[in-house]
């Protein structure tokens, strides 16, 4: 072989060689990453809540709650406890007093406003196709979901628990800006489950006492009906109900 043939030849192997070199290797994803799994938004929820004066305390609480909530993350198959990645709602821990629903009735608790990031949860939840594991309604419809849509949570007595039942991993993030509580579950890809309520019946308070009293009559209670339609188009039917109760 003539001189100008082996340069020629060294040439185009070292053309070859960094050609080869260029092409950038794909990274191995590290320890606890996913990757290309949670770019879509699966399904999202909303609701509001007031911010000034007397409820700045239970606002702050919201807002705690929502960034205690933000970034959970569940494999296939895992289950997300409410109460354990919230945590204790303590003073210590920056919760305030603030109403809250417990028997019916508003009082004040550390705390108060928390079921309103549990029961934005739970909307979102069905939204997106989530296994409702426990859920329990107050004792009466809250104002900021549709009746039958909230989801009461009380730490060390009542937990919200969903299951992920997909083949993909699933992330909340929850935000809560301008009086408005965010609720979002990313995944792999958009589901579309569609969630709507019906009143079925309502139930009648308690008898008047033996004076007749109107002033001691009771609050009606309500059966509620809870449909959850997947995009194949199969219905799922949970009922709730509101115990009637005494003036």
């Known amino acids: 072989m003539t001189r100008l043939a082996?340069?020629?030849?060294?040439?185009?192997?070292v053309s070859s060689t960094a050609s080869a070199t260029t092409e950038?290797?794909?990274?191995?994803?590290?320890?606890?990453?996913?990757?290309?799994?949670?770019?879509?938004?699966v399904a999202s929820a909303s609701t509001r809540f007031r911010t000034r004066g007397r409820h700045r305390d239970r606002a702050v609480n919201v807002e705690l709650a929502a960034k205690l909530l933000d970034g959970a993350t569940l494999a296939p198959h895992e289950v997300l406890s409410f109460n354990e990645r919230v945590g204790e709602r303590s003073a210590a821990r920056g919760f305030r007093l603030a109403p809250e629903l417990a028997n019916g009735e508003l009082r004040r608790g550390l705390g108060g406003g928390v079921c309103q990031v549990s029961s934005t949860l739970h909307v979102a939840a069905l939204r997106a196709g989530l296994e409702i594991v426990e859920h329990r309604t107050h004792s009466v419809p809250a104002p900021y979901v549709d009746p039958g849509l909230d989801a009461t949570v009380s730490w060390g007595r009542i937990d919200y628990r969903v299951r992920n039942p997909h083949d993909f991993p699933v992330r909340v993030r929850a935000d809560s800006t301008g009086g408005v509580l965010r609720v979002r579950i990313e995944g792999a890809t958009e589901l579309r489950y569609e969630v709507h309520t019906e009143m079925v019946r309502e139930l009648p308070p308690p008898a008047l006492d033996e004076a007749?009293?109107?002033?001691?009559?009771?609050r009606p209670g309500l059966v509620i009906r809870v449909v959850r339609v997947s995009p194949e188009g199969r219905r799922e039917v949970m009922l709730r109900r509101y115990a009637p109760r005494a003036a």
């Open 24 to 41: 950038p290797s794909p990274r191995a994803p590290e320890a606890g990453e996913v990757r290309d799994e949670l770019g879509a938004v």
């Open 6 to 13: 082996l340069l020629t030849l060294a040439l185009l192997c």
């Open 212 to 218: 007749g009293d109107p002033s001691t009559q009771g």
